[in-house]
């Protein structure tokens, strides 16, 4: 079968919700997007707090950057969630961010990616009208309690969506944040930050929301692959050319959730 060329594709914008903390990962991620997407690419927008040294990277690597106030009228402070266990309000805020992104998209479809997962094979996101969506075989329960809570029905699909990076359709997002203002009354954002349940670690998937709101519109209009992501820990520079070659053959992306050392085999990685 003849390959599908970028120019038959549409064109997307990128958003990447990143921290100080995220600047040894970003760069990979940002060379793999150039490298792995093959859909033409308009801007990749690095939403930040305020920051010179990811200002920095975004000059150095052609990005835009985008102040996260600009997204939404709320900010981070006025998130509240946590325990005497976890502080999990950045990582709710995070996902608003992600789901704000029509707010700076041109295109209508933007692809988010977390600041530290690496794409290793190519990847096409639209293929014969339909949306290509990863998945796994396993969930969080409350992602799919969240779901019911905002738009009042349960998840029909099996597995999860969450696979760390994903494709939105701005028409089709927009459609999302009025049916969850339709069953509870309220704006999307604060509608989310009101419907987790702040007593649990995991609480809320803007992955798992999106991916199966999708399926419950048209099931037959998305392509499930799977997801093939390797958590590792260390930095992406220590991984030689072989390495990654190694974990291409096995893995469609990598993600460093970790900061700590890393062991390479040679039919795989060890944490």
Known sequence: MKKKSSESLP??????????????????????????????????????PESSRIRALCRENGCHFVHEDTLLPIRKKDIHYRSARFERSGWLYQQLLKLAGDNVSKSEHYLVIDADTVLLRPHTFIQDGKTVMFSRNWTQPEYRNAHRRLLGKKPQAPGSFVAHYMLFKKSRLADLKKAIKAHTGLVWYQAIIRKTDKTKMFGFSEYETYGHYLHSLAPGKLIRRPTLNRALSGYPSRLASADWRRLAERYRSVSFHKRGGYQIRRKGVKK
Do not use: F, G, N, Y
């Not at 064109?11 to 997407?37: M, N």
């Open 11 to 48: 064109i997307i914008d990128v958003l990447i919700p990143a921290i100080e903390k995220d600047l040894p990962t970003l760069p990979h991620v940002i060379d793999a997007l150039r490298k792995q997407v093959r859909h033409p690419i308009r801007t990749i927008h690095i939403v930040s």
